[in-house]
């Protein structure tokens, strides 16, 4: 039922939203952030049972499954700056992104982690998406009940949060058909 309530909620703030989909103005809402997201309640232990818990930053506990079905643990991006893609399958906005997405994605592999997290939709056109809009070479999560855009508290499609290797959130917005991407990557990585 929770999840249900969290669905209809992020489905309610997209409708409001669809309309500035493939527009601009959502630039105003770029900038950096000063504190690390609230917890959610999708929130674990690094797997194996390590014991350096501590070492994963609070932006990191979380756990998910890709559009495939593999199981995916955050804290395996530990140590690493990250960017995490929240799209939905569809919008033109997010269409437009992901080459660029894909393309940072290969230009910092090793350096940095760049992950999709799907919502606002079905799994199987979160799978289309991925295909048609080639970003399969980064995992991409199917977040249908929208735990992990509560955590990071995102209300519509096409924002990046991207996060240095502290986990501390550096930036939160969107980005024109990706445009920027490396350059808010580049400082972060060394």
Same mark, same amino acid.
């Given at each position: 039922m929770r999840a249900r309530l969290i669905l209809t909620g992020l489905l309610a703030a997209a409708a409001l939203t669809v309309a500035g989909c493939g527009t601009q103005d959502n630039a105003s809402s770029q900038g950096t952030a000063d504190?690390?997201?609230?917890?959610? =309640? =999708? =929130? =674990?232990a690094p797997a194996g049972g390590q014991s350096g818990i501590s070492a994963v930053p609070q932006a990191l @506990?979380?756990?998910?499954?890709?559009?495939d079905g593999q199981p995916f643990d955050a804290a395996t991006l530990a140590g690493k700056p990250a960017v995490l893609w929240f799209w939905a399958p569809w919008c033109p906005t997010?269409? +437009?992104q992901g080459p660029e997405t894909a393309r940072v994605a290969a230009q910092f592999q090793g350096k940095a982690n760049v992950i999709g997290v799907a919502g606002?939709? /079905?799994? $199987? +056109?979160? /799978?289309d998406f991925v295909s048609d809009t080639r970003v399969g070479a980064f995992p991409n999560l199917s977040d249908e009940a929208g735990e992990i855009?509560?955590?990071f508290e995102i209300? $519509? $499609?096409s924002f990046y949060v991207i996060l240095d290797k502290d986990g501390k959130t550096v930036f939160t917005g969107s980005?024109? *058909?990706? @445009?920027?991407? *490396?350059d808010k990557l580049t400082p972060l990585v060394g």
């Open positions: 504190t690390a997201p609230p917890a959610a =309640s =999708s =929130s =674990s @506990r979380f756990t998910g499954t890709t559009v997010c269409k +437009a606002l939709d /079905k799994p $199987q +056109a979160m /799978k855009w509560k955590k209300t $519509q $499609q980005l024109p *058909a990706g @445009r920027g991407l *490396a």
